[in-house]
């Protein structure tokens, strides 16, 4: 438990931005979910503007910190990967 004033208020801090960091990183989680879904539905144009949403909320994370920029990277390629096979029918 806290015991300076300084402390009380770091603690306070801490909880205001643990509950946007998970309200982000849900949005996130979100957009990455609608995303996959849509690839494997097979609505090609659907998935394309999901891919989008989904690339653009990524890299938002990415840049307030929610994950690390390789692993917003790394998702987003994943995605757009699957989305390529899916739009020329190839594997």
Known sequence: MANTSSAKKKTRQIERRTEINNDR???????????QEAIANGNVKEAQEAFIKAQSETVRGANSGIMHKRTASRKISRLAEKLKVLATGKK
């Open 25 to 35: 990183r849900k949005r996130v989680r979100t957009f990455l979910k609608k995303a």
